[in-house]
């Protein structure tokens, strides 16, 4: 059990500290002159009087993000083998509570898989769409990009409609692109699109693109790896079919857990499909899964029961107050920054008010970002760069265990950064 006390440091404020109690089953302690059980004892008054403390960092890079105390320690359980029905228990749990963020998990279920973010988005494309279907992938950023790449390699028949990276899609054109793909190609049956852009923060409409999926009859894969959770989605109203999302950035938890989250009848008819690999076969794991409430393969133990306390700290503050916290943060730096008189990328209607992309300075002397990361570091604020090559710039993420204060004191700091180099 992991037992949460606040104490003063030397400043006043206020420091979580941990203590790890040890369940001991004193019946399993044999021994004929009590010796084992004295040392265990004493053993287990020690690690109560033994107090962990966390340094607590302020991540605004895109994910992972800044956790709870509580996310973090829950990673401190005994030794359990993941085949176990407790432990089965669990991640039945943390698959219906992540469906039911965008959807019913009464018709909807979450697909989970070891790995990152891409693992996730690989694990879609290579399962659902067969080798006789055509896929077209809005790309407007790295990670649209990214979906690309993964069809390249696994030889996925896909057309790439390229968009601005900084302003909302071109609904009229898109559309036009889907009506001659449908003329090119017979097999045109899905959309996949990513919905927050990680690499400047546009925010694509995807209602938009989930309507244009339901004209033309297509399937809508959605790349939401950094909205789920921060910004409002519904997958049945925005006609979403497949949504993929991780365990790291606005749910809060640690990295290593990837979901992918559709309906039970989606999953169930298209089980029939040929895989493309072994591992990330979404089909094969959800039908295993239904079965067995396993994982095919040795999952992330730790880092599920970080997410099952994420997951409870997501219900416990609430969607509706998770997504005004990061609103607020995100116009406490919005309005920040263009005092210190730096300019953003994208415009505010079409921000996804999860990551901003700020366009460095060319007027300051000294400044680089290599020697600005390292000054904020230095004070336990990770910043990050940019991802574009046609402009210099660096990224700030306002998502995870943060709130207000915390991007008033980035602020601060970047201001005596900026001054420090008078």
């Known amino acids: 059990m992991v037992v949460r006390e606040q104490e003063k440091d030397s400043s006043g404020q206020n420091v979580n ?4 109690k040890i369940s001991l089953s004193i019946t399993s302690l044999i021994c004929k002159d009590g010796g084992v059980f004295v040392l265990v004892r004493l053993f287990y008054e020690y690690r109560k009087k033994n ?46 509570s992540l469906a039911d963020v965008v959807a019913d998990s009464k018709t909807h279920t979450a697909v ?9 988005v690989e694990a879609v494309l290579s399962s659902v769409i067969g080798e006789n279907e055509s896929v077209v992938i809005v790309n407007n950023g790295a990670y649209g990009k990214r979906m690309c790449d993964i069809c390249k390699i696994h030889k996925i028949d896909f057309a790439e409609y390229s968009s601005s990276k900084i302003e909302q899609i071109d609904f009229k054109d898109f559309e036009n692109f889907i009506v001659e793909q449908k003329k090119i190609k017979n097999n045109l049956k899905y959309i996949s699109c990513v919905h927050s852009e990680t690499t400047t923060g546009l925010l694509n409409n995807i209602k938009r693109v989930g309507d244009l999926a339901k004209k033309y009859d297509l399937q809508l894969i959605v790349d939401a790896m950094s909205s789920f959770a921060g910004v409002p989605i519904d997958m049945q109203e925005m006609n979403i079919s497949y949504l993929v999302a991780s365990s790291n950035k606005n749910i ?4 290593g857990v990837v979901f992918v989250i559709a309906s039970k009848s989606l999953l169930s008819d298209h089980a029939h499909k040929t895989p493309r690999t072994l591992y990330l076969d ?14 095919r393969f040795t999952p992330p133990v730790q880092t599920l029961y970080a997410l099952k306390q994420a997951i409870d700290e997501f219900k416990e503050e609430t969607a509706e107050k998770r997504y005004a916290r990061y609103r607020e943060n995100w116009k406490t730096l919005r309005e920040g920054l263009h005092k210190l008189g730096l300019k953003t990328l994208v415009s505010d209607e ?38 574009i090559s046609d402009q210099n710039t660096f990224r700030i993420a306002n998502i995870g265990a943060i709130d207000k204060k915390d991007i008033l004191l980035f602020l601060g700091e970047l201001k005596n950064y900026f001054e420090s180099l008078k």
């Not at 979404?282 to 994982?295: L, N, P, R, V």
């Open 17 to 20: 500290r941990f203590s790890i």
């Open 350 to 387: 079409d921000h996804s008010n999860i990551i901003t992309s700020v366009i460095e300075p060319t007027d300051i002397k000294g400044y680089s970002f290599e020697s600005m990361h390292d000054y904020l570091y230095k004070r336990n604020i990770t910043i990050y760069p940019g991802k």
């Open 112 to 120: 989970l898989l070891g790995g990152s973010g891409t693992a996730g």
């Open 51 to 96: 107090f962990i403390n966390i340094e607590r960092k302020i991540l605004l890079n895109p994910g992972p993000a800044t956790t709870s105390d509580s996310v973090k320690m829950a990673q401190v359980v005994p030794d359990i083998c993941p085949r176990e029905k407790e432990f089965g228990d669990i991640m039945e749990y943390i698959s219906m």
């Open 282 to 295: 979404i089909f094969a794991q959800y039908e295993y899964f239904i079965k067995t409430k396993q994982m």
């Open 252 to 255: 809060q938890g640690m990295a």
